[in-house]
């Protein structure tokens, strides 16, 4: 019988725990990796997110700032390769898999962005225990409650905050105006003056400034070392800061639009956004340098020690962890494909406008869209016409989504009772499902009833998911229902492909005479798109 030396099998175990320790850094980097590209897509489309693109870098620098307490933690941290750890792992992957499940039926729900954050996040609280027990754990925290930042608000905080906030800075900014002497009337978020109207945007909110300020006030107070009471005093004042910030900023462009109109505020808009967010970010800055910092945590002479835990752990988990996420893909398709993969593509348009021999005494105009708010749709088509009739007009907006392009969640937001409420437009009644017979097919869709001072209008809105027509629910989306994607998940099925469409005219009062006209409308402009 041949028998190892006990030289050539303490070796074996070295390089195994090596590689151990590699497959556990190999899981990180490319779990961490999956989530951010996922993240990039919401920073990418949505202005009001785009500082998520230097969360990460952030916070890899605070933990690079913490490089010798966490070298010490590690040389003489706790116990790791418990049983605990593997819940611990077996939540995270959980909320993997679940995650991945739900991405394949809507990319752009953020309850996605969640649970993979979580997921991430527990897995690596797992690996940080496992090299350096809980006091490892607790030294790199705060750069891990740090990158909880690059995810999406909630939907149903954010959008009744931003809104809040844009009619507050608008309904300030036009007191402000009417003591200088300048008349001034809000709408919704439009500051109505003599030469144009000024809209508070998303950035003049003061809400976006306020989430790329935290994102600062908390770099600088675990940057400064401040207490956790210093820090979160830091946070405090920043809402005051980004909101009397934008306060200027629109106050700067509705004084450039009394001075000069239209030309005034394209001249100013830039040097006004560029100088508030400076002043912003320099004023939480001079905020955070106010405070005292704390002292730096002692290491001791073992934190100069060279030290292997990272790498060198033993046991085999780390290879049993990675093969566990290589499976998740697997685990995904494989549901899917049990229930059926029922995958509805929607790759052209179900309806197009087209340029039709109009009535006599009714005339047709393009509508020109502002491109800021094109490309915060990111639609692949459109299309915007406003037709003139003898005593009024109609306005008609037809938006499509191709299979494969991120429909940015702001696109869900541009709903009628989002987008007219904001300029000062009141729903005056529930909406009311609604058929029209075209071509014969049936056109499907709800209408809203609107009122602003002494005029109102109705509007028709229908929307098609992967070819499916959807009608309108409430926030917290358009799209899809309450329960909806739990369903499609359930029962396998996918939808692909976005198509609204939507039509405004002033109110004929209501009733069937009203329908009717709708109907003649769009029998005159609408035409199937097969």
């Known amino acids: 019988m041949f028998m190892s030396s ?16 590699v497959a556990w850094l190999v899981l990180l980097a490319a779990w961490w990796g999956v989530v951010w590209y996922h993240l990039s897509s919401e920073w990418r489309l949505n202005p009001r997110h785009q500082y998520g693109f230097v969360v990460p870098w952030l916070a890899a620098f605070l933990i690079w700032q913490r490089r010798s307490e966490l070298r010490a933690a590690v040389f003489g941290g706790g116990k790791g390769g418990e ?8 939540i995270a992957w959980g909320l993997a898999v679940s995650g991945g499940l739900l991405k394949w039926v809507d990319p752009a729900w953020r309850l996605v962005s969640w649970m993979w954050m979580l997921s991430a996040t527990g897995l690596t609280i797992c690996w940080l225990w496992r090299a350096g027990g809980w006091l490892l754990v607790r030294r790199t925290a705060y750069p891990l409650f740090f990158l909880w930042l690059a ?34 009337l809000q709408r919704g978020n439009v500051i109505e003056l003599a030469r144009i109207p000024v809209g508070v945007e998303d950035a003049c909110s003061g809400l976006q400034s306020f989430q790329s300020g935290l994102m600062v006030a908390l770099f600088l107070g675990g940057l400064r070392r401040l207490s956790w009471r210093r820090r979160a005093g830091l946070v405090l004042l920043t809402a005051p800061v980004a909101l009397l910030g934008n306060l200027a900023r629109t106050l ?25 967010s400076a002043l912003i970010f320099l004023s939480i800055a001079a905020l955070a340098w106010s405070f005292p910092g ?4 002692e290491n ?16 085999v988990d780390g290879f049993c962890w990675l093969g566990a996420w290589l499976l998740m893909p697997v685990m995904v398709w494989g549901w899917i494909s049990f229930r059926g993969a029922m995958v509805s593509e929607q790759n052209e348009p179900l309806w197009q406008l087209r340029q039709a021999a109009l009535p006599q005494g009714w005339s047709e105009n393009k509508i020109k869209l502002d491109e800021k708010v094109l ?9 915007a016409r406003q037709i003139q009739i003898s005593g009024g007009w109609v306005k ?6 191709r299979p494969g392009i991120d429909v940015p969640s702001l696109a869900v937001g541009h709903t009628p009772d989002i987008c007219l409420a904001s300029v000062g437009w009141e729903q005056t009644s529930p909406v009311m499902p609604v058929i029209f017979k075209l071509e014969g097919r049936e056109l499907r869709g709800v209408i809203f009833r609107f009122r602003q001072e002494q005029s109102e209008i109705t509007v028709f809105h229908s929307t098609w998911h992967g070819g499916v027509e959807k009608l309108f629910t409430q926030l917290p989306n358009a799209v899809y229902g309450r329960w909806d994607r739990l369903t499609m998940l359930w029962e396998g099925r996918r939808n692909r492909g976005q198509e609204v469409l939507t039509v405004v005219m002033p109110s004929m009062g209501g009733g069937a005479k009203e329908e009717r006209f709708f109907e003649e409308i769009l029998k005159t402009v609408l035409v199937s798109g097969h």
């Not at 001791?300 to 046991?315: F, Y």
Request: hydrophobic share 45%; charged share 20%; aromatic share 12%.
């Open 83 to 90: 049983w605990n750890e593997w819940w611990g792992v077996m």
């Open 396 to 401: 008609l907006f037809h938006f499509f989504w």
């Open 6 to 21: 006990p030289n050539v099998e303490s070796e074996g175990k070295t390089a195994w725990r090596q590689w151990n320790g």
């Open 375 to 383: 490309r915060e749709l990111s639609c692949s088509d459109w299309d």
């Open 300 to 315: 001791g002479a073992e934190s100069e020690q060279k030290n292997d835990r990272w790498v060198h752990l033993p046991g």
């Open 151 to 184: 995810a999406p608000w909630p939907a149903l905080i954010e959008h009744p905050l931003n809104v809040g906030l844009m009619r507050g800075v608008a309904a300030t900014v036009v007191h402000i105006l009417n003591i200088l002497g300048i008349a001034a």
């Open 294 to 297: 704390e002292r730096e945590i």
């Open 252 to 276: 700067w462009l509705a004084l450039a639009a009394h001075a000069r109109g239209a030309e005034g505020v394209s001249a100013q808009h830039d040097a006004a956004g560029y100088t508030v």
